[in-house]
């Protein structure tokens, strides 16, 4: 199965930052790659798809970048909403749904 | 409006075989290009996906799980159930069902979630 790795799993910034959050997947899935948005408590929320197209109602200062292994999500300008987890997830057609480990990104 | 909805035991003993139910409306699974799928996540750790059944009835699971789940569908009553078999208390978990669209490959929808406490 292919792995996804994130990477800081804790991110401390500042309201106004620009705060980048990678993941990278153990072989090539071409830029199948989604990110979400979790809160304390509550379902996970899709934020972009196929590595940079944002989900409807989305703001813009979230962007997704990448293909082949490795995959970035940029937001460009840190709002008090953002503090969240967020994650990373593949699907493919040979390939089972798996779920990168996470990455807190905290108040600093 | 698409909602999906977790139903099933908030405890279940170990050993003990977990049915979970997902309703859902706004949708048919019976249209190409959807799937509902099961993904759990252990208090304070990550989202792990378990199981996914899409419009054709063709079903895939977890790698690591495979040999203790079964997913089904009932179109008739908008419905997916998760069982999984033989019941641990690592398997205490929130239970999410979530839709997910080909080809956006990802799951755009989900339910709130149910905990799950598997203990004796």
């Known amino acids: 199965d292919i792995q996804m790795t994130q990477s800081p799993s804790t991110l401390s910034a500042s309201v106004g930052d620009r705060v980048i959050i990678t993941c990278r997947a153990s072989q090539s899935i071409s830029r199948w790659l989604a990110w979400y948005q979790q809160k304390p408590g509550k379902a996970p929320k899709l934020l972009i798809y196929k590595t940079s197209t944002l989900q409807s109602g989305v703001p813009s200062r979230f962007s997704g970048s990448g293909s082949g292994t490795e995959f970035t999500l940029t937001i460009s300008s840190l709002q008090p909403d953002d503090f969240a987890t967020y994650c990373c997830q593949h699907y493919g057609s040979f390939s089972p749904v798996t779920f990168g480990q996470g990455t807190k990104l905290e108040i600093k | 409006q698409v909602t999906l909805r977790e139903s099933g035991p908030a ?24 799937c ?26 977890s790698t690591s799980l495979k040999t203790r789940l079964t997913i089904s569908k009932d179109t008739s009553k908008n419905q997916v159930v998760l069982t999984m078999t033989n019941m641990d208390p690592v398997d205490t978990a929130t239970y999410y069902c979530a839709r997910l669209t080909v080809p956006t490959n990802a799951f755009d929808i989900w339910g709130q979630g149910t905990m799950v406490t598997v203990s004796p």
């Open chain 2, 36 to 61: 509902v799928s099961w993904v759990r996540q252990p208090p304070g750790k990550a989202l792990e996906w378990l199981a996914l059944i899409d419009w054709d009835d063709d079903k895939y699971y």
């Open chain 2, 11 to 34: 405890l279940v003993g170990p050993t003990q075989t977990l049915t979970l139910t997902c309703t859902f409306s706004g949708f048919s699974l019976t249209t190409s290009g959807l």
